[in-house]
């Protein structure tokens, strides 16, 4: 009966669903060194295949942590992402231990999906149930998500330690055709929901009063939201590990904010400040040998300074249309009513 269960989530099933992505990881590779040898890049053409995948994997977290980390900043909501993470991390133990103790032949990556997906909705159901502040409820998933990937780690203290150190601190090696393909599938879900929500997402973000006076189903959004939230850490975990991918939500989006007029404004800005930070951040963990969330961290922070100064000397040599946090314009507000 598990293994019946279990088919979908099994290495075996799911190389078969991705295979054509596994041929587009190839083809990929293969454009991303014949680019190379054109403008004589030599870094790009002593690297391997996992470096071309590792950038790839990058290059789709610049565009959709900082996308959905711009509605969760509007909210107040920046510390979601660090709750999901952790359950996220219970998932993965969850596969470990199921690899380890019954040979189930599980992806750990997908059963981080289900549980941090569950974690989404619990975070939700509690605020709702409990009238508690969404802080409260991120507290108890985060809590009861670690609590429950550590203790599976230390009952099965004999082979797992290795492993679970890469999904804490992040691993350029963690990133196999299986892991790519996998987030490409996340990536084009976020990108495919927000493009078809992105209205009301906007109204339940900046006026959620009005939005349920007007008959917009609020409970139904901010379920959409938190389960974005929840596929965006998954895939980010690969390359930034548990401790440091919600920090990919929250960074370049607090820095678009000290130079934006607009949401629009921000969501672009945010993604090239999160596109720099990951591009430079994996170069230089793959010269350094160092794990590449730390140093994606540290550039993204670089970069959050750089646009505080910018925001700070517009103000001072007459800018002062720069919005605080949180703001947004009536124009914006109404077209997303509509």
């Known amino acids: ?16 669903l991705l295979g054509p992505l596994y041929w587009f990881l190839e083809l990929w590779s293969g454009v991303l060194t014949w680019l190379a040898k054109i403008a004589d890049i030599r870094m790009i053409q002593e690297q391997n295949a996992f470096m071309h995948r590792a950038f790839l994997v990058g290059i789709c ?15 107040q909501l920046a510390l979601i ?26 992806t750990p990556y997908l059963t981080a999906v289900v549980v941090a997906m569950i974690a989404a909705l619990l975070i939700e159901v509690i605020s709702e149930a409990t009238d508690a502040y969404n802080d409260v409820s991120m507290a108890i998933v985060l809590s009861t998500g ?12 004999g082979g797992l330690t290795v492993s679970v ?17 996998i987030l490409l599938v996340l990536f084009a879900i976020v990108i495919g929901v927000v493009g078809l929500t992105r209205n009301q997402l906007l ?20 379920r959409i939201m938190v389960m974005l939230t929840a596929l965006v850490v998954v895939g980010a975990m690969q390359i930034m590990g548990v401790i440091l ?64 100064v910018v925001g700070k000397l517009q ?7 720069m919005p605080e946090m949180g703001s947004i314009n009536a124009n914006e507000t109404e077209s997303a009513a509509d």
Request: charged share 5%; hydrophobic share 55%.
């Open 1 to 16: 009966m598990i293994d019946v269960l279990a088919m979908p989530l099994q290495t075996g099933g799911l190389d078969a």
């Open 61 to 75: 977290i610049g565009v959709m942590a900082p996308l959905i980390g711009t509605f969760l900043v509007h909210r």
């Open 81 to 106: 992402g660090d709750a999901l993470a952790h359950t996220a991390f219970a998932g993965v133990a969850i596969g470990l231990f199921l690899n380890s103790v019954i040979n189930l032949g599980v």
């Open 146 to 157: 670690f609590a429950l990937g550590t203790t599976l780690i230390s009952i099965n203290a």
């Open 165 to 181: 150190e890469r999904y804490l601190f992040g691993n350029l090696s963690t990133v196999t055709p299986q892991a790519a393909a």
């Open 203 to 222: 109204y339940v973000t900046f006026d959620e009063t009005a939005a349920a006076v007007s008959g917009l189903p609020v409970n139904w959004y901010n």
């Open 245 to 308: 991918v919600a920090a990919m939500l929250v960074v370049p989006v607090a820095g678009a904010s000290q130079v934006s007029r607009s949401f629009n404004e921000a969501v672009l800005v945010s993604v090239i400040l999160a596109e720099i930070s990951v591009i430079v951040g994996i170069a230089f963990a793959y010269h350094l040998g160092a794990t590449a969330g730390g140093i994606v961290v540290l550039v993204a922070v670089t970069l959050y300074t750089g646009a505080v």
């Open 315 to 321: 103000t001072v040599y007459g800018d002062n249309s």
